[in-house]
Nanobody
C-alpha cells in the first residue's frame, strides 16, 4: 500500500511560480513512473507531467511545456513539479500519481495510486 501526500499549492499571481511536492510513504517499489494531473470542475482529470523511474525521461503536456518541470528523488520517494510563468488557466487541483511499471507518460485511467490533491489558484 502506498500513500501520496501533495504539498506546495496555494494562491499565486499570474507570472509567478510554485513548486509542488509529493511524498510517498508505505511500501515502496521500483520501476514505477510518477506524474502530476490536474482537474477543474466539469473537466476530466488530465496529465500535465510524468517522469520515468530513472528520471531520465520526462513528459509534459503541450499546455505547460516550457513552463513546468518534473523531477524526482527516489531515495526520498519524492516527486516535484516546478511551475513557472503560471497562468490563470493553470488554476486547478493538482494530483500526484504513481503508475507501477509505467514508462513516462500514463493516462489517468492507468493510475495505481492517487494523492488527495493540492489546490493551485493563479490570479489575474
Amino acid at each position: 500500500q502506498v500513500q501520496l501526500v501533495e504539498s506546495g499549492g496555494g494562491l499565486v499571481e499570474a507570472g509567478g511560480s510554485l513548486r509542488l511536492s509529493c511524498a510517498a510513504s508505505g511500501r515502496t517499489f521500483t520501476n514505477y513512473a510518477m506524474g502530476w494531473f490536474r482537474q477543474v470542475p466539469g473537466k476530466e482529470r488530465e496529465s500535465v507531467a510524468a517522469i520515468s523511474w530513472g528520471g531520465s525521461t520526462t513528459y509534459v503536456s503541450d499546455s505547460v511545456k516550457g513552463r513546468f518541470t518534473i523531477s524526482r528523488d527516489n531515495a526520498n520517494n519524492t516527486v516535484w513539479l516546478q511551475m513557472n510563468s503560471l497562468k490563470p488557466e493553470d488554476t486547478a487541483v493538482y494530483y500526484c500519481a504513481v503508475k507501477r511499471f509505467g514508462r513516462n507518460y500514463f493516462p489517468a485511467d492507468g493510475v495505481d495510486y492517487w494523492g488527495k490533491g493540492t489546490l493551485v489558484t493563479v490570479s489575474s
